[in-house]
């Protein structure tokens, strides 16, 4: 079965400080990980997925995260945290029969001023 | 706009009415999805279709839950004599194809709220 695991329910850092959001998978064949930020009261909104090929992908936003077979991770980070990235973030790995996305319980980042 | 509608954004019904949920997908999205948000957790998976056909219906919880594509574009998802434990956020989103690199593109959501 595939899973995701956010470990951590908050994640708080100072502006401008780097960030970290930690997610672990659990699948089956080869993992397809992407990353969602979801504002107030808003849908999700695609950040960046890994398919296959480098493990730093690059995404919106400033966005990149860390692809670690050997840890079975997939972080989320950037270089330089903004007020303005607090949100929800959810992992997310999709199965390999394609049509379901399981997602993590979420990550709330708060970026202080 | 070009992105995922949904409607009504907010819904209020009395245990055991009837409710029906709308999403207008992305245009020429072949694949859509539907999902159940409880208050602080992550979205789980109910329905997913790709055009017209229901490919995959494990998540609904039950009987009471039926979901419809009939022209392969707008869907509808009907909930029968509600229940407080439906109560949560529905998410809609669809992917341009069904191929694994094809992210999610969320609508965002009808509240439901059942009293």
């Known amino acids: 079965a595939q899973s995701v695991a956010q470990p951590e329910d908050q994640v708080n850092v100072a502006e401008g400080n780097p960030l970290t959001v930690k997610c672990t998978y659990s699948v089956s064949g080869n993992p397809y990980l992407f990353w969602y930020v979801q504002y107030p009261n808003r849908g999700l909104q695609f950040l960046l997925k890994y398919i296959t090929g480098d493990n730093l992908v690059k995404g919106s936003y400033g966005f990149e995260a860390e692809f670690n077979k050997s840890q079975t991770s997939f972080h989320l980070k950037k270089p330089s945290a903004l007020v303005s990235d607090s949100a929800l973030y959810f992992c997310?790995?999709?199965?390999?029969?394609?049509?379901?996305?399981?997602f993590g319980s979420g990550t709330k980042l708060n970026v202080k001023p | 706009g070009a992105g995922v509608s949904q409607s009504p954004r907010y819904k209020v019904a009395k245990r055991g009415q009837d409710v029906a949920l709308r999403c207008d997908p992305i245009s020429g999205h072949v694949s859509l999805f539907w999902y159940q948000q409880a208050l602080g957790q992550g979205p789980e998976f109910l329905t997913y279709?790709?055009?017209?056909?229901?490919?995959?219906k494990s998540g609904l919880p039950s009987d009471r839950f039926f979901a419809e594509r009939p022209e392969g574009s707008v869907s509808t998802l009907k909930i029968q004599r509600t229940q407080q434990e439906d109560s949560a956020v529905y998410l809609c989103a669809s992917s341009r194809t069904g191929g694994t690199d094809s992210p999610l593109h969320f609508g965002n959501g009808t509240r439901l709220t059942v009293t």
């Open positions: 997310a790995v999709r199965d390999y029969n394609f049509n379901k996305f399981y």
């Open positions: 279709f790709q055009n017209e056909a229901q490919l995959d």
